[in-house]
């Protein structure tokens, strides 16, 4: 069974309007730690924000925020106001109680003009 | 800040050829990580070392082995290459200081391996 899916392939945004990443997630282990990546086309994986399962406020960093609904098993990242440089593929990752992490296939986000 | 830098940035090998992927990272951590990214599919863990002297396996280990050289540097070794390794290879590192803590892993920016 997949432990975290991210189930669109692919999105476009209009550039200055809001968009939503879908990420759910499986796991039994009460600590683990939910990771949001963006991979440019140049390709390195730029750290994007983290929510902790033991965290009681949704994770906020800039124009990112992450729509966490622990019961649902699902971690959502929202970007507000789109920019062209936000075209990229986005990765959702969990770490379970220990180091390792498990990536989702990832969501390819375009930006229109 | 370098972060976490590998080496080489690219590399064609034929089947059967060996070679060295080298990673360092210059932000004092404990933990690094080896992973390969195949299209249309995230990361996935091949090794990672907990800390200096210590390795475990991944996901996907077959084909592969690792040395910790020391608390900065991390290197994967393709023994016999196949045309089924080929893919991107990042390495990545974290602080790693418990259950509860981020441990937030940084990448390098990858190496693109293809072997014919």
């Known amino acids: 069974a997949q432990k975290i899916t991210q189930t669109q392939p692919g999105m476009f945004v209009q550039e200055k309007e809001a968009v939503t990443l879908d990420c759910t997630y499986d796991?039994?282990?009460?600590?683990?730690?939910l990771f949001w990546y963006k991979q440019p086309s140049s390709g390195e994986m730029i750290f994007l924000i983290y929510?902790?399962?033991?965290?009681?406020q949704n994770a906020t960093e800039g124009r990112y925020s992450l729509n966490f609904q622990k019961a649902r098993k699902s971690a959502n990242l929202v970007i507000s106001a789109s920019q062209l440089g936000d075209s990229a593929m986005y990765f959702c990752?969990?770490?379970?109680?220990?180091?390792?992490?498990?990536f989702g296939q990832g969501t390819e986000l375009s930006v229109k003009p | 800040n370098a972060g976490v830098t590998q080496t080489p940035k690219f590399q064609v090998l034929k089947t059967g050829q060996s070679m060295t992927l080298q990673c360092a990272q210059d932000?004092?951590?404990?933990?690094m990580y080896w992973y390969r990214q195949d299209p249309g599919m995230g990361l996935r863990l091949i090794y990672y070392?907990?800390?200096?002297?210590?390795?475990d396996k991944g996901e996907v280990p077959n084909g592969y082995n690792v040395s910790r050289l020391n608390k900065r540097e991390f290197s994967l070794r393709l023994e016999s290459a196949a045309p089924s390794q080929t893919s991107v290879y990042f390495c990545?590192?974290?602080?790693?200081?418990?259950?509860?803590?981020?441990?937030?892993?940084?990448f390098g920016a990858g190496t693109r391996l293809s072997v014919l």
């Open positions: 990545a590192s974290s602080e790693a200081h418990g259950r509860l803590a981020k441990n937030i892993q940084y």
């Open positions: 796991t039994s282990d009460p600590s683990y730690g």
């Open positions: 929510q902790g399962s033991y965290d009681q």
């Open positions: 990752a969990m770490r379970e109680g220990g180091e390792k992490l498990i």
């Open positions: 932000m004092n951590h404990n933990s």
């Open positions: 070392s907990a800390s200096e002297g210590t390795t």
